[in-house]
């Protein structure tokens, strides 16, 4: 199994910055691909981010040229951090990481939406993000 933590979260004012970190621990050989979603109150879960096995990156369209999603990988360790600026209110949201594996794991398509939820397997528990 794969298990995602997230940090990061917490309140910024409009216009401000924050970086999230996603870790995966167990079996990270497995991640093919990995992804941000956020989910506001009242509406449903969104794709913000996500890359795949070919390094290929993808955006929503309302963050794109605001947020950058990196990825590293060093043994053991799988670290997915999306860095966020001029951060607005509509980007107050639970964030959260999402991993999947093997063969069925989702491809990124650069320009496109990031894959939908139900691609993703492992989930972190999510953190807040307060802009204000």
């Known amino acids: 199994h794969v298990q995602l933590v997230e940090s990061g979260g917490g309140s910024v004012p409009v216009g401000g910055s924050k970086m999230l970190s996603c870790v995966a621990s167990?079996?990270?050989?497995?991640?093919?691909?990995m992804a941000w979603f956020r989910q506001a109150p009242g509406k449903t879960r969104e794709g913000v981010a996500a890359?795949?096995?070919?390094?290929?990156?993808?955006?929503a369209v309302s963050v794109r040229g605001r947020f950058t999603l990196t990825h590293s990988q060093d043994n053991a360790k799988n670290t997915l951090n999306l860095q966020m600026a001029d951060l607005k209110q509509e980007d107050t949201a639970v964030y959260y990481c999402?991993?999947?594996?093997?063969?069925?794991?989702?491809?990124?398509?650069?320009?496109?939406?990031?894959?939908?939820?139900?691609?993703?397997?492992?989930w972190g528990q999510g953190t807040q993000v307060t802009v204000s």
């Open positions: 167990g079996f990270t050989h497995r991640i093919r691909s």
């Open positions: 890359i795949d096995d070919d390094g290929s990156i993808t955006y």
């Open positions: 999402a991993a999947a594996e093997g063969v069925n794991a989702p491809k990124v398509v650069i320009g496109w939406t990031p894959p939908l939820s139900k691609e993703y397997t492992y």
